[in-house]
Structure formats: structure tokens, C-alpha cells
């Protein structure tokens, strides 16, 4: 036998009216606005398709770069480099772990890393296979400037007693050409040091004319 179910209590007539003119009244609302609900859901639904797409941040690695441009010849000071966060994977070969107080080879441009290749040391010769990088000093500063680095040229030692200058090396290229002139009131050796790329069994003439005679040099290309 089912359980007596108690009468649900009877609305009066006018409470009726009333929620049906309220229903229709939200229903007008609704209609009336479908378009800027719709607009909103759309982009409710386009802002959350996008985070779930979007992964994390891409990982970076920090990067040594210039603060500003920078002249060679001159030790790096802690203040002429910035750290830069560049894309993990994307940055230069050859980064210099530790390039402050390191000498530079050539110009580098604001927000340029510093790489191996960027300063005075045994990498410069890294692109001359079979070659080393040697500095070598020309006594006259006004002829050294005239060098760029990736000129070619041939070395020549000129004896100052008058014998027959010698060419004691063929075909180097010059690394770098610091711009830094020595003076007697400095190390007592006249003249601005080059590094060029010299093959091994070319080091010992090179060093011991450097000590003897006054080296010159010729382009050789």
C-alpha cells in the first residue's frame, strides 16, 4: 500500500501571473542580448582552448653580451657586459665562461655574446687548422694599423746591421690587431703587437727575430 502523499499547497492566481511575467521577462532579456552572450561565450571558450594549448614558458639559458659597443685591444671590465636570456639551445657556440679581464680581438656590438673567437687567446686560430696563434710586435704603429684581421700577408724580419731581410713566414693570417700601442714609458718596447696564425715551424724564426730584428710585412694576397 503506498504512503499518503501530502497536497502540495496551491498557488493563488495572482503568484502565477506573476512568475509567468517573470519568465518571460528573463526569456525578452535573454533574446535580446543573444548576441553579446554569445560573443562571450565565445571568447570565454577561445581564452580557455588557448591555455590548455599553451605549455610552459620555453626554457632560456643566461648569455654574456656586450652593454655596449666595444673597441678591441682593452681588457673586458665586469661593467662592459650584460646578462641576456636567450632560448635554451639557441645560443652561440664558443661562449667565453669567464671573459672579464680577457683582451678583445675584435669590435664587439651592443648585445653581442662574447665568444671564444671574440678574444686574444689560443681559440683565434681555431678556423686555420694546422696554424697557432702567435703575437708578433711591428715596430712601426702607423703600419700595423693598416692590418685587418683575415688579411694574408708574409712576415719579414729586417736586420738593422744591414744584411738582407729574410722572409720569416709565408701566407698568415692575421687574427687580430688589438688597438693598443706600446711606448718606452710603458714596457720599453716600441711598436703594437699582432696576432697572426703561424704555422709550428714557423715560431721559432718569428721569436727570434722578434728578439734580433725588426719585422715587417708584405700582403701576400
Known amino acids: 500500500m503506498l504512503p499518503d502523499v501530502p497536497d502540495l499547497p496551491v498557488l493563488p492566481d495572482r503568484h502565477v501571473s506573476r512568475l509567468r511575467r517573470a519568465a518571460r521577462g528573463v526569456r525578452r532579456a535573454v533574446l535580446s542580448r543573444r548576441r553579446l552572450l554569445a ?22 639559458e643566461p648569455v654574456l653580451v656586450a652593454a655596449r659597443d666595444l673597441d678591441p685591444g682593452r681588457p673586458l671590465a665586469a661593467g662592459d657586459l650584460v646578462e ?11 661562449l667565453a665562461g669567464d671573459p672579464v679581464g680577457r683582451v678583445l ?3 664587439l656590438r651592443r648585445g653581442e655574446p662574447v665568444t671564444d673567437v671574440r678574444l686574444v687567446g689560443p681559440e683565434l686560430a681555431a678556423g686555420h687548422p694546422g696554424r697557432v696563434a702567435v703575437p708578433v710586435r711591428l715596430p712601426d704603429p702607423a703600419m700595423a694599423g693598416l692590418l685587418r684581421v683575415g688579411d694574408v700577408v708574409d712576415l719579414v724580419a729586417a736586420d738593422p746591421q744591414g744584411d738582407e731581410p729574410e722572409v720569416v ?11 693598443v ?28 727575430a722578434a728578439v734580433r730584428r725588426y719585422l715587417t710585412y708584405s700582403y701576400s694576397r
Open 39 to 60: 560573443a562571450v561565450l565565445a571568447a570565454v571558450a577561445v581564452a580557455a582552448g588557448l591555455q590548455a594549448a599553451a605549455g610552459p614558458p620555453p626554457a632560456t
Open 84 to 94: 641576456a636570456r636567450f632560448a635554451a639551445g639557441t645560443a652561440p657556440a664558443g
Open 105 to 107: 680581438a675584435a669590435p
Open 169 to 179: 713566414a709565408r701566407d698568415v693570417p692575421v687574427l687580430a690587431v688589438p688597438d
Open 181 to 208: 700601442v706600446a711606448d718606452a714609458a710603458g714596457d720599453g718596447a716600441p711598436g703594437r703587437l699582432v696576432v697572426v696564425g703561424a704555422l709550428d715551424a714557423d715560431v721559432p724564426g718569428l721569436a727570434d
